[in-house]
């Protein structure tokens, strides 16, 4: 695999949210999280419902996530890749009700947990008309990926299922597409989303390794698919588990303003770097489906930005068109280059326009929140 020393100030850009300095006292609706490889002192076990921002300071030496669970795994809000000695931002909209915070060290496993406690009421963001037309705008999005993803999976499946490897590889960055689009709608549902996605490196201890990337492995590294059919039935219920969860769930205005931010973390961290499709090296199928669904939740909410912050729609606008003309360049017919076949100037260029989108993205929770 190639180097990534090459991008890492692009990606501290991007996952950074503050400075190193450590985080800030908790406030009126902000919370301070001390995370460490062994600890996650939230600053607060019970807040008011509504908006409340996590401030979540990583002091450890392992790459961190942080969620905020509702029972059974429910994914409320989360932010990935929080790098040692930086701080990340994190709105999320809570309801009175019981919850648990965790930080993820390294990335893996259940987390370190705490109980958080919601009480009182308060007016749901989706009160406002416009933001109540952003998330429904946004779910007839889903609707329609969710649609093809299921369609494109059962083809791919049915490849790996007849031994036909080169089906298997054609089809494997295509069914990708549909899901990398929507992936932050995924992640709400817990295991699913590691059961699907779950990269080998990834894996905690003990845990079973499923999904397309297992498969994957087998296509490209093992070049035999003979014992890959309980993966692939596995792979097919589980789409088609998230895809009737997906579209059952009702999604709120701060869904999508945190997955279009989500979904440019997730290019700086395994596309651009090539650890996503490790053994495939389709890495840019990915990143234009990244880029799309980003783009597809920020246009949902542009009435409302447009009404609130203008002057970021424009810059919003600006970058999008940047970086998707720095992808542009890469396209091979239906299809993208392979990852190992991009120089390290292409891939700066690559990280320096998603570092720049990343930046005007950042500011879209907090203005829907307000």
């Known amino acids: 695999m190639r180097p990534i020393t090459v991008l890492l100030p692009a990606l501290a850009v991007l996952t950074a949210c503050g400075s190193n300095a450590p985080a800030p006292a908790s406030g009126p609706g902000k919370v301070a999280v001390a995370a460490s490889d062994t600890e996650c002192k939230v600053a607060a076990s019970e807040v008011a419902a509504g908006t409340t921002t996590f401030a979540i300071t990583n002091g450890g030496t392992k790459v961190t996530e942080f969620y905020v669970y509702a029972p059974g795994d429910r994914v409320m809000a989360e932010v990935e890749n929080i790098v040692p000695g930086l701080t990340r931002e994190l709105i999320a909209e809570l309801p009175a009700g019981t919850y648990e915070t965790a930080c993820k060290p390294g990335m893996v496993g259940k987390g370190i947990r705490n109980a958080l406690k919601v009480t009182g009421e308060h007016r749901p963001l989706n009160a406002d008309a416009k933001l109540a037309q952003a998330t429904k705008s946004y779910q007839r999005y889903v609707k329609s990926q969710t649609d093809t993803l299921l369609v494109k999976t059962q083809e791919f499946v049915d490849a790996v299922k007849a031994g036909d490897i080169a089906k298997g590889k054609e089809l494997y960055p295509i069914s990708r597409t549909y899901w990398e689009r929507i992936e932050p709608v995924a992640e709400i549902f817990g295991d699913l989303d590691p059961a699907i996605d779950g990269r080998e490196a990834d894996l905690a201890e003990g845990e079973e390794w499923t999904g397309f990337h297992r498969i994957e492995k087998d296509l490209w590294i093992h070049k035999d698919v003979s014992d890959s059919g309980p993966v692939a039935d596995k792979l097919i219920t589980d789409v088609k588990t998230i895809v009737a969860k997906a579209n059952a769930t009702e999604l709120t205005p701060l869904n999508l303003a945190n997955g279009a931010k989500e979904l440019l973390d997730e290019v700086a961290t395994g596309k651009i770097t090539g650890e996503e499709d490790i053994w495939s090296h389709t890495d840019l199928w990915d990143f234009d489906a990244n880029l799309e669904g980003s783009k597809a939740a920020v246009q949902a909410l542009r009435p409302v930005l447009e009404e609130r912050a203008p002057d970021l729609v424009r810059t ?35 990280s320096d326009a998603i570092n720049a989108l990343g930046e005007p993205i950042s500011q879209i929770a907090p203005i829907v929140a307000k």
């Open 316 to 350: 919003l606008d600006e970058k999008f068109a940047a970086a998707e003309q720095a992808l542009a360049v890469h396209q091979e017919g239906d299809g993208w280059r392979l990852h190992d076949e991009l120089s390290e100037a292409e891939l700066r260029t690559l």
